[in-house]
């Protein structure tokens, strides 16, 4: 199953979770990980099974990095707050230089998310009817 990284910065919060709810049947085919807050906003919101890591700003954003350079992660959806200063700045620029760096799919607004997870559903979906395809050649 595939791994998704779910990341929001706090005034960008209600607008994952209102993406996370128009989404949760698609979630629910993925293993997900978030930054604390977010993922307990996530469980609590919108009912979805998510890994909780540290906040971001105590290393949460370092750790989903980590994943990324580990191929743990598939995509990373990062709602990011461009009219906000953050002072972990350093770690989101490294998680989203290390998605540049390893070719993971990078949401940073939820048009680019919508285009990303509608993407993977058909991913998901091509490769569902591709197994279905290869059972049947297999069994005759």
Known sequence: MKTLALIAHDGKKADMVAWATFNRQVLTHYNLVATAATAKLLKEKVGLEVEAL????QGGDAQIGA???ERQVDAVFFLVDPLDKHPHEPDIQ????LCNVHNIPLA??????DCIIGWMALESERESEQQLEENSISKQ
């Open 54 to 57: 540290h906040p971001g700003p």
């Open 67 to 69: 994943r990324v350079v």
């Open 94 to 97: 490294a998680l989203l230089r």
């Open 108 to 113: 940073t607004n939820v048009a680019t998310a």
